[in-house]
Each structure stands twice: as C-alpha cells, then as structure tokens.
C-alpha cells in the first residue's frame, strides 16, 4: 500500500481544513515547495497535492506553486481542486504532473470525464469526496443526492485509472478512516481506491490492510503528518515489504487470505 502525503494549498500556503470548512484553516507551513521537498528527503514515493482555491473558485488558482513543486522533486504528483474543462486538466499534465483528479466534473459532467479518460489513459482519476454517504461538489460546499458508491461504480465504467475516497467528516479530526464505507467501496469497483480522511496513526494505516480483496491502494496522510502523530518513515517502513512480520494477526489475516 502505498503512502501519500497530502500538501493542501489555500492562498499559496500549506494548510489543513477540519472537516473541509474553510473556515476552520490551520496553517503549517508557508512554503509548499520545501514541506514537497521534506516529504521528498524522508522516502514519500508520491504526493497527493490539492488546489484549494481552485476547488473552491473553480479554476486553477495555485499553479504556480504547484509547478514549482513539480520541478522540485522527482516524484510523481496528483493533483486535484478547480478541474473542471479539458483546457485545465491538458495544461496541467504538460506542467509535467503525473495525475489529475477530478471531483466536480463527474457528477455535473461524467462526459467530459470519459472524454478525459481516454484523451489521458492513466493520467485522470477521479477524488469522491462523501459527507453522510452521499458525495460533496465545489470544494465541499454542496451535497448531491448521489451516493459515493454509486458515482465510483460509474466512474469505473469510463475508464478513469483510480478513486480517492474521502469521507469529510473524517477529514483532519485524526479520528481514524471509515473503514466501514472502504470496505464497501473497495468491493463495489474493479478499479484502485485510495483511502483519504482521519488517518491518525501507522495502526490506522494497519487497519487499511485488513479491508477486503483486493484492499485499498494508497493512504493519503495530511494533518497526521503535520502534528507528528504519524512518522512519515515509520509509516512507510510499516506498510512496505516485510510488513506483515508486524502486522497483528487480526488486522493481517483477511488480506492475506
């Protein structure tokens, strides 16, 4: 399972939101390129980077940052927030970023999203973002009345390369990944999912391999990293190769079966 932290850009600098309320920002860093560049030294294999404002405006709004970011380390980046048109997803793969995620878009326009899939064959996957099961628009801001599962079974089907599952209400409170609706998710779709929101500690991310074949395919950490409460070296070391001399029995059994 692959661990990707997560650097969230609101106004060009590195943030948390609680439950994603804008309103409930903290900032952690000013400059986004150096936390890339730690994230980097300590062994990340990839970063999960969101636009903020653009999530929000609807635009890309931090590209300039998250160009620098791009040229910076040698990583593959995801990146999601404000793609909406074919214009914005093109421009940012040519800025040389290895994933775009789109949200918005695959409810109000699961055309586009298939046009994209296949202009961009394992370049766009798809960030369903869930409050109460049901999935949330415009950076949060507004619910629809479909349900997470529902638009991922969807999704699949126009040949996006991956989900990432976020539930909001676990979003940066360290309260631990709903497991419950992973583990639905992870069944429900022949395609990778990616678990976002809660993440509090490398026993989280032990609980993440026990789900169901096939399992989840990565952890985006954020505010777990920030505050400490997860080494991001520790994490990688417990969910890299020889992991399950150090997974309890319990947790490990199920995804070994």
């Not at 996957?125 to 099961?133: H, K, Q, S, Y």
């Not at 631990?176 to 609706?181: H, S």
């Not at 505010?223 to 990688?236: F, H, N, P, S």
Request: glycine letters at 10%; hydrophobic letters at 45%; charged letters at 20%.
């Amino acid at each position: 399972m692959e661990i990707l932290p997560a650097i969230d850009i609101l106004a060009g600098r590195c943030v948390r939101l609680y439950q994603g309320d804008y309103a409930q920002s903290e900032i952690f860093d000013e400059d986004p390129v150096a936390v890339a560049q730690r994230w980097a030294e300590q062994g990340a294999t990839r970063l999960h980077l969101v636009d903020l404002d653009g999530a929000k405006a609807g635009s890309a709004q931090n590209w300039p940052v998250i160009e620098r970011i791009v040229r910076a380390v040698d990583l593959p980046v995801q990146v999601g927030g404000g793609l909406r048109n074919t214009d914005s997803v093109s421009s940012l793969l040519n800025l040389g970023v290895q994933r775009a995620i789109l949200g918005t878009v695959a409810v109000e326009q699961p055309d586009l999203v298939a046009q994209l899939a296949q202009q961009f064959p394992g370049q766009i996957a798809v960030g369903i973002d869930a409050r109460d099961g049901k999935v949330a628009t415009r950076g949060w801001l507004e619910t629809s009345e479909i349900q997470a599962i529902e638009l991922a079974q969807r999704m699949a089907t126009l040949g996006v390369a991956a989900i990432i599952y976020t539930d909001i209400q676990r979003d940066g409170t360290l309260s631990g990944p709903n497991l419950t609706a992973l583990g639905q998710m992870v069944q429900a779709v022949s395609i990778p999912v990616i678990a976002s929101g809660g993440m509090s500690s490398v026993s989280d991310l032990l609980s993440l391999l026990a789900l169901p074949a096939p399992g989840v395919q990565g952890a985006i950490i954020g505010r777990a990293l920030y505050t400490g409460d997860i080494v991001l070296k520790e994490a990688l070391r417990a969910v890299g190769p020889g992991r399950w001399q150090d997974v309890p029995p319990d947790l490990g059994q199920t995804s070994l079966a």
